[in-house]
């Protein structure tokens, strides 16, 4: 099997993995007061300050969640004023409050900045700005910089969801008003993930319970799973740059192989591990069978629909018809990939052109 779904979830990496093992001995509970507690305690602090360092924050600004849809919850339910949502955001953010104003994106799903501004400047009430830092559908990159000034200009907070960012893009983590990780989109384990919090933003409990996480996030930490978050965060890193030339080997091949075919954002800035495309006339689920059936793993979007194919809002919201979104497909890739992987790719989908291209044959030929 090849593995295309590099954005749903990465393989965890070997040094976090054996990170998380040794952990597995630990018996105490972090809040305890014995020697036991004190070791487990002891062993999470150490994880805390490992995600802090690679992000360059203090460790207290450090909050452990089970991932970044938790954290995103978080901040949006736990902040007390105006929300500015760009119209491209994960369901964890873009759904999450009834009162909520959509920033609306441009055709290649970068935010609108002078609408961003209009919109801020009605504002009276202390007011916070949630943009994704990189898509997860289409690998878009927003203008966080470009983004983060007019927040400050505007006397907004801005929070990033940074889960698939992280690695990939450089960021001014510790200017941002909050951002929120999630391990196993960089090679940890899945179940945990962070909410940092910069500066003073405040924010109203989430969970309640016995006041772990300095009362923001209540209930016994994930202590081996932040053992593995920090371990993949301290690990070298791979440079996702060099993903590039297959990047363009696979979207030129593919493009080569049906011309009609459409590579979502193809001029805009993205990270090298994703390619959005649509075969027309072809559904998402049928190439999504037929890349399975091939020994191809890919997506049509995000995975976190309970395993159901829908229409990409974030498609929508660029301007894309629901005609072409049915036949979108995401093939993200990473550190595990080769060219040998990529030829494959292309390869199915080449069969899957041909095979379509008999079905309109021999359904003209009905009708001749």
């Not at 105490?28 to 994880?47: F, Q």
């Not at 849809?69 to 736990?78: Q, V, W």
């Not at 923001?216 to 920090?230: Q, Y």
Request: aromatic fraction near 6%; hydrophobic fraction near 40%; proline fraction near 3%.
């Amino acid at each position: 099997m090849i593995y295309f779904d590099y954005n749903a979830t990465t393989p965890i990496i070997p040094h976090a993995r054996r990170a998380m093992i040794e952990a597995f001995d630990c018996l105490g509970n972090p809040s305890s007061v014995h020697a036991h507690g004190r070791k487990a305690r002891k062993l999470l602090e150490n994880a805390r300050e490992q995600v802090a360092n690679y992000f360059s924050v203090p460790a207290r600004n450090i909050t452990f969640t089970s991932g970044a849809t938790e954290a995103n919850n978080m901040i949006l339910k736990g902040f007390e004023g105006r929300i500015f949502v760009s119209a491209i955001e994960h369901d964890s953010a873009l759904n999450i409050r009834k009162d909520t104003t959509i920033i609306p994106v441009d055709s290649n799903g970068i935010v609108e900045l002078e609408t961003l501004k209009t919109l801020l400047s009605t504002v009276n009430l202390p007011a916070l700005v949630c943009v994704i830092a990189v898509n997860n559908e289409t690998g878009v990159v927003q203008p966080i910089d470009e983004i983060l000034q007019i927040c400050s200009d505007y006397n907004a907070h801005l929070h990033v969801d940074a889960a698939q960012a992280v690695g990939k893009i450089h960021l001014n983590w510790n200017r941002l008003s909050s951002f929120t990780i999630s391990a196993h989109k960089f090679g940890g384990p899945k179940g945990i993930g962070a909410l940092v919090i910069n500066g003073s933003l405040q924010l109203n409990t989430l969970i309640e319970g016995g006041g772990q996480e300095r009362s923001l996030r209540a209930g016994t930490e994930n202590i081996i799973g932040a053992i593995g978050m920090g371990a993949a965060l301290t690990a070298p890193q791979f440079n996702w740059e060099t993903l590039l030339p297959l990047q363009q080997h696979l979207e030129e091949n593919l493009l080569d192989i049906c011309p009609d075919a459409v590579v979502f954002a193809k001029k805009t800035q993205r990270v090298s591990n994703t390619t959005a495309i649509a075969m027309p006339g072809v559904l998402s689920e049928v190439q999504l069978m037929h890349f399975d059936l091939n020994g191809i793993s890919v997506s049509s979007g995000a995975a976190c629909s309970s395993g159901k194919v829908k229409t990409s809002h974030v498609l929508k919201a660029m301007g894309i018809s629901d005609e072409l979104s049915k036949c979108a497909l995401r093939i993200s890739y990473g550190w595990n990939t080769t060219k040998e992987d990529i030829n494959q790719c292309i390869a199915v989908w080449a069969s899957l052109f041909d095979l379509q291209n008999q079905k309109n044959i021999k359904g003209r030929a009905r009708y001749a």
